[in-house]
């Protein structure tokens, strides 16, 4: 998985609580990015960073925050979990034009 | 909206065969092109990219970019049960941010 880990792979949580989800690389790369994968919507970008404190918004950025202080970690906040967040976080990485390298996700379940 | 659409599948093809997987894209802006192949409960994995109109060998793989008509497609020689996977189609729209918009996938079934 080109030196990314994410941690943790599973969680279950209830509604209302927060979930921070943590992605940690050892490539050095710039750019890293937060997905979700759910069925019959593919990979959708939440929020990317193009370097240390350096962040934007995705495709589906409502209710998910991130944050970037170190080039390796790169971590999603749902300050209030709900239902419709269950799914597979994916971290993904890139430093050449625009080629991604994928985290092996977590599954995180909200009930 | 900037769209990226693959055939969900499944797509079934005999051990042996060639298959074929397509994917077209709305924005003719478009620069880059990937094809990434996703196990069952695993994450996706990069198989080739494409830059330029026509093909690009890799093995058993093929990638075919036509701009003009704004599709592109996978093509895999010999099939294998092992190639049975999804097989996703991303394409970035502008180099600055890196950004790739991913389509749906199609499902690959070799059958032995």
């Known amino acids: 998985d080109a030196g990314i880990t994410q941690s943790p792979r599973h969680k279950v949580t209830e509604t209302g609580t927060p979930v921070t989800l943590r992605c940690h690389q050892t490539?050095?790369?710039?750019?890293m990015y937060w997905y979700r994968q759910d069925p019959g919507h593919g990979l959708r970008l939440i929020h990317y960073?193009?370097?240390?404190?350096?962040?934007d918004k995705g495709e589906v950025s409502d209710g998910y925050s991130v944050s970037r202080s170190k080039t390796e970690d790169f971590l999603l906040t749902l300050e209030s979990a709900t239902s419709s967040q269950t799914s597979v976080y994916f971290c993904?990485?890139?430093?050449?034009?625009?080629?991604?390298?994928f985290g092996p996700g977590t599954r995180l379940t909200v009930l | 909206q900037k769209e990226v659409e693959q055939n969900s599948g499944p797509l079934s093809v005999p051990e042996g065969a060639i298959a074929s997987l397509n994917c077209t894209y709305s924005?003719?802006?478009?620069?880059?092109f990937f094809w990434y192949r996703q196990y069952s409960g695993k994450s996706p994995e990069l198989i080739m990219f494409?830059?330029?109109?026509g093909d690009k060998e890799d093995g058993r793989f093929t990638a075919q970019l036509n701009k003009a008509s704004q599709y592109v497609s996978l093509l895999i020689r010999d099939s294998q049960p092992s190639d049975s996977a999804t097989y996703l189609c991303?394409?970035?729209?502008?180099?600055?941010?890196?950004?790739?918009?991913f389509g749906g996938g199609t499902r690959l079934m070799v059958k032995p």
């Open positions: 993904a990485i890139s430093e050449l034009v625009d080629t991604q390298y």
């Open positions: 490539e050095n790369h710039r750019y």
């Open positions: 960073s193009y370097g240390v404190k350096d962040t």
């Open positions: 924005d003719r802006g478009s620069q880059s």
């Open positions: 494409i830059y330029s109109n």
């Open positions: 991303a394409v970035n729209w502008d180099n600055a941010g890196n950004m790739l918009t």
